[in-house]
């Protein structure tokens, strides 16, 4: 059975903090994909990780891509309020996505 | 350039009703799906249209939900009759193309769907 976890599945941090999100899969995969959705929103589209060894960065936000380990990352630097929302990691398998369960995210000021 | 659009944004309906919600993608993708998301969970895929044909609907209930995409465009999907336990976002999605390199699926705004 296929797995996609992420934790934390919450997570608070107080501003100016960096954090490490993690998404693990339980089969092989090359693609990986971040979404960002805040609360009663749909989903936003972060970082689209295609390669093993991928780095993407935008802003605060940096996403990394292990496909051996079967694992990617979602690194936070110096956080800010903004960034308070659920982020979900989908791993695409046989062009299917298969989405993480969520880490919600809390900004503390 | 226009998002996924969905109608309507929240449905609420009684146990063993019928329900029906559309969506129209954006322009030129030819991949659509249709993802239910359980409050608290991450969405979880129930059929994928390419054009007009059904790529996967392993997910989907098929004694209860169906779905169409007429004319590779538009889509809507049905339930009926519903269930205490279809209570959920109902979201669609599309990309450009299935497979290829850059293949960013683009989300709408969803369907709130409350089952009493």
């Known amino acids: 059975e296929l797995k996609v976890e992420q934790n934390p599945l919450f997570l608070s941090m107080q501003e100016g903090k960096n954090y490490t999100i993690y998404c693990n899969y339980s089969?092989?995969?090359?693609?990986l994909y971040w979404y960002r959705q805040d609360p009663g929103k749909s989903l936003e589209s972060l970082f689209v990780l295609l390669s093993n060894g991928a780095v993407k960065q935008e802003g605060r936000l940096m996403a990394s891509l292990d496909t051996k380990a079967r694992l990617s990352t979602l690194h936070i630097t110096a956080a800010v309020h903004d960034l308070s929302a659920t982020y979900f990691c989908?791993?695409?398998?046989?062009?299917?996505?298969?989405f993480g369960t969520g880490t919600s995210l809390t900004v503390i000021p | 350039e226009a998002g996924v659009a969905q109608s309507p944004r929240y449905k609420i309906i009684e146990k063993r009703q019928s329900v029906a919600f559309w969506c129209n993608p954006i322009?030129?993708?030819?991949?659509l799906y249709w993802y239910q998301q359980i409050l608290g969970q991450g969405p979880k895929l129930l059929i994928q249209f390419q054009n007009n044909g059904v790529v996967d609907d392993s997910q989907l209930p098929k004694d209860r939900f169906s779905a169409e995409r007429l004319k590779g465009v538009d889509s809507t999907l049905k339930i009926q009759p519903a269930k205490l336990e279809d209570s959920a976002v109902y979201l669609c999605?599309?990309?450009?193309?299935?497979?290829?390199?850059?293949?960013?699926?683009?989300f709408g705004p969803g369907t709130r769907l409350l089952v009493l």
């Open positions: 089969t092989t995969s090359d693609r």
């Open positions: 989908a791993v695409d398998i046989g062009n299917q996505f298969y």
């Open positions: 999605a599309s990309s450009l193309e299935q497979g290829g390199t850059l293949e960013t699926q683009y």
């Open positions: 322009s030129g993708h030819a991949t």
